[in-house]
């Protein structure tokens, strides 16, 4: 899938055009997602779902869509989690990983097995809890 022309694309018709394993992969984060940040903004950048209310929050990155340099590393990794302010976030368990990153921290998954609905409902509701500091610093101005 070009980039161009995925980035144009409902969220919906993204998904259905990817592989049936990322398939089940990205239906199950989406359905947390929506689930835990009922206010989010569901929106298609850069032909992969993000979510944000005042600020972007999260991402779901499937690795067939990615068009870096390490493509098959990445595959191998599976279906990305994206806290685009990962940094702010406790991370006590470290499941959050930065990887040379200073703000955007992931977790990977090649399976429905590897998710763990509750560590990432929790996750999700802190995300939620650094995006509504941003609001409040937008009050402030």
Same mark, same amino acid.
């Given at each position: 899938?070009?980039? #161009?022309?995925?980035?144009?694309?409902?969220?919906?018709?993204?998904?259905?055009?990817?592989?049936?394993?990322?398939?089940?992969?990205?239906?199950?984060?989406?359905?947390?997602?929506?689930?835990?940040?009922?206010?989010?903004?569901?929106? #298609?950048?850069?032909?992969?779902?993000?979510?944000?209310?005042?600020?972007?929050?999260?991402?779901?990155?499937?690795?067939?869509?990615?068009?870096?340099?390490?493509?098959?590393?990445?595959?191998?990794?599976?279906?990305?989690?994206?806290?685009?302010?990962?940094?702010?976030?406790?991370?006590?368990?470290?499941?959050?990983?930065?990887?040379?990153?200073?703000?955007?921290?992931?977790?990977?998954? #090649?399976?429905?097995?590897?998710?763990?609905?509750?560590?990432?409902?929790?996750?999700?509701?802190?995300?939620?809890?650094?995006?509504?500091?941003?609001?409040?610093?937008?009050?402030?101005?």
């Amino acid at each position: 899938m070009a980039s #161009n022309s995925a980035s144009k694309l409902p969220v919906d018709e993204v998904i259905l055009g990817l592989p049936k394993k990322e398939q089940v992969i990205v239906k199950r984060l989406r359905s947390l997602i929506l689930e835990c940040l009922p206010k989010v903004i569901e929106k #298609n950048s850069y032909g992969v779902p993000f979510y944000s209310h005042h600020r972007m929050i999260v991402f779901i990155w499937p690795p067939s869509i990615y068009w870096g340099k390490n493509k098959d590393q990445m595959k191998m990794k599976g279906v990305t989690l994206g806290f685009c302010q990962g940094n702010l976030m406790s991370n006590d368990d470290g499941v959050l990983l930065a990887e040379g990153r200073k703000q955007v921290y992931c977790m990977y998954f #090649n399976s429905l097995d590897e998710i763990d609905d509750e560590q990432i409902r929790a996750l999700l509701f802190e995300a939620d809890m650094v995006d509504q500091q941003f609001q409040k610093k937008k009050r402030k101005k």
